[in-house]
């Protein structure tokens, strides 16, 4: 069965730190895109994070460079998303997403995405 698992969602006051993952089971993270996503209170979601081919860049969004990293640990088939330095606007329910490489260009698309992991809540708040 092919799934992506979520959890490191919680609650932490401004300025601290979060590290989300996603565990893939059903198939091999290596093989695939990897796209962060979030969804934030009354707004639609959007990406927060992608990449294009596993040995290149990821990409990030601007409010979030300097701040959260994305790892990979194969053994594991695990991604995870290092997030420091939280501010109140980062609060959003955060899910990765999964697509083939080379299944897509538009690996900032969350349309282009095949699977889905179940989302985790993130809230920044003193």
């Known amino acids: 069965q092919v799934q992506l698992v979520e959890s490191g969602g919680g609650l932490v006051q401004p300025g601290g730190s979060l590290s989300l993952s996603c565990a893939a089971s059903g198939f091999t993270l290596d093989d695939y895109a990897i796209g962060w996503f979030r969804r934030a209170p009354g707004k639609v979601r959007g990406v927060v994070s992608y990449d294009t081919s596993r040995n290149g860049s990821v990409y990030l969004i601007n409010s979030v460079k300097g701040r959260f990293t994305v790892s990979i640990d194969n053994a594991k088939n695990t991604v995870y998303l290092q997030m420091n330095t939280l501010q109140p606007e980062d609060t959003a329910v955060y899910y990765c997403?999964?697509?083939?490489?080379?299944?897509?260009?538009?690996?900032?698309?969350?349309?282009?995405?095949?699977?889905w992991g179940q989302g985790t809540q993130v809230t920044v708040s003193s």
């Open positions: 997403a999964a697509v083939p490489y080379g299944g897509t260009t538009y690996y900032w698309s969350q349309y282009e995405y095949d699977y």
